[in-house]
């Protein structure tokens, strides 16, 4: 096979970038080691910045998610016991953002690709990259029992911080930058209705809590947990109480359980790779960042690195190289400033029990300087809803 751009991963960095490029008349394919149905079954975030709405309404993939996606205008933010709503859209121009699930977004990218017929190859076995740093890099993988090689122009690892793109770069080529926090998130995925109309961050000192939803029936719930925890010890009643003391008492109240129908334990870390680029191989996604849930921020990075690199890309193919040698450059100040916010959101609401009772009361007093001043707000929210794209 012989195609301009080989992408490696179909989870939304990888369905984006086909997208796009695809769209522009790009020939592209993506290989994907696992499943459909296993790329579908991974449970993710769900709260989109505006410009990642944009994005879908611009390449087209936006029909469900209007339909269906719930704008938000702000978060609240829960400490001493009492709920203190932080307004995004009034403090930061006008911009939103979207509750729509990570998973509805692939679903939507995968059918759309499957309607324009661009190809996708699915459950490919021992993917392996080579020769990126020529003018001519390949790509092989087995395929029911069948050897293949793609020729192609440029490799894009979109295949997540486990893949084999960022893992087949010398070592002495990447520098990496990671921070390993001492906690995990429990989560619950349910078919109740949400407790609270918008996101709910709860600074407690039995630990973080996040009340956050998928829909107006379904709703997802966390609670900060031990690394050591195992979601077999978590029945879902010893969820719902733990979750219940860490809210205030009017959202304790309103609290409405059921059955979970996903219960899973994520540990949180930061990481960075660089530089994003090696020859002909570019990493974006996972592949090259890792940011801790807390600010919304890993999809929606995703998003950033292939507005980034599909502009430069269609440069490339234009005959201009510019954009591709700048891209790795352009994507990381975003990254460290999205790291950045992330870390002080986890610093900010989870309870370390390192940092004791000094820790605790410096929380406290940030908490109460964010509600009461309208500058320290507005930084909250122009990074929350997503800094301006820089072309």
Same mark, same amino acid.
């Given at each position: 096979m012989r195609v301009q751009v080989a992408i490696i991963g179909s989870g939304p960095a990888g369905l984006f970038l &086909?997208?796009?490029?695809?769209?522009?008349?790009?020939?592209?394919v993506i290989i994907e080691q696992r499943s459909k149905d296993y790329v579908l079954g991974r449970i993710r975030a769900g709260v989109l910045e505006q &410009?990642?709405?944009?994005?879908?309404?611009?390449? &087209?993939?936006?029909?469900?998610?209007n339909a269906e996606g719930m704008y938000h205008d702000g978060i609240e933010l829960c400490f001493n016991g009492a709920r203190h709503r932080i307004d995004l859209k009034a403090l930061s121009g006008g911009k939103r953002v979207m509750v729509y699930g990570q998973t509805e977004v692939t679903h939507d990218l995968m059918d759309a690709r499957e309607a324009a017929g661009y190809e996708t190859v699915y459950e490919a076995q021992n993917v392996s990259v080579h020769d990126f740093d020529t003018d001519h890099p390949k790509v092989r993988y087995l395929k029911d029992g069948v050897s293949h090689e793609v020729e192609c122009d440029v490799i894009a690892g979109c295949d997540g911080f486990h893949g084999v793109c960022r893992a087949s770069v010398p070592q002495d080529a990447v520098q990496t930058y990671e921070r390993v926090y001492p906690f995990g998130w429990l989560g619950i995925l349910s078919d109740t209705p949400p407790v609270s109309d918008e996101l709910i961050y709860s600074n407690h000192e039995r630990g973080f809590a996040l009340c956050s939803m998928r829909s107006a029936t379904r709703s997802r719930y966390y609670v900060q947990c031990s690394?050591?925890?195992?979601?077999?010890?978590?029945?879902? %009643?010893?969820?719902?109480?733990?979750? +219940?003391?860490?809210?205030?008492?009017?959202?304790?109240? +309103?609290?409405?359980?059921?059955?979970?129908?996903?219960?899973?334990?994520?540990?949180?870390?930061?990481?960075?790779? %660089?530089?994003? +680029?090696?020859?002909?191989?570019?990493?974006?996604?996972?592949?090259?960042?890792?940011?801790?849930?807390?600010?919304?921020?890993?999809?929606?990075?995703?998003?950033?690195?292939?507005r980034y690199l599909s502009q430069a890309l269609l440069q490339f193919f234009d005959g201009d190289a510019n954009g591709i040698d700048t891209y790795s450059?352009?994507?990381?100040? +975003?990254?460290?400033k999205a790291e950045r916010f992330s870390w002080w959101m986890t610093s900010l609401m989870h309870k370390f029990p390192e940092n004791g009772a000094f820790g605790h009361k410096i929380q406290q007093a940030e908490l109460a300087y964010l509600i009461g001043s309208e500058a320290a707000a507005t930084s909250l929210a122009e990074n929350y809803v997503g800094l301006p794209f820089e072309a």
């Open positions: &086909g997208q796009i490029l695809s769209r522009a008349g790009i020939h592209t &410009g990642t709405v944009d994005l879908l309404n611009e390449i &087209g993939v936006n029909q469900r998610m690394l050591d925890d195992k979601v077999e010890q978590w029945s879902d %009643e010893a969820f719902w109480n733990e979750l +219940r003391l860490r809210l205030d008492d009017e959202a304790a109240e +309103r609290l409405v359980t059921g059955p979970s129908i996903e219960k899973s334990i994520a540990p949180l870390r930061s990481f960075v790779a %660089e530089p994003m +680029r090696f020859g002909r191989l570019f990493l974006a996604g996972d592949a090259a960042h890792i940011v801790p849930p807390t600010g919304a921020k890993g999809l929606n990075l995703a998003v950033a690195d292939v450059q352009k994507c990381l100040q +975003r990254v460290w």
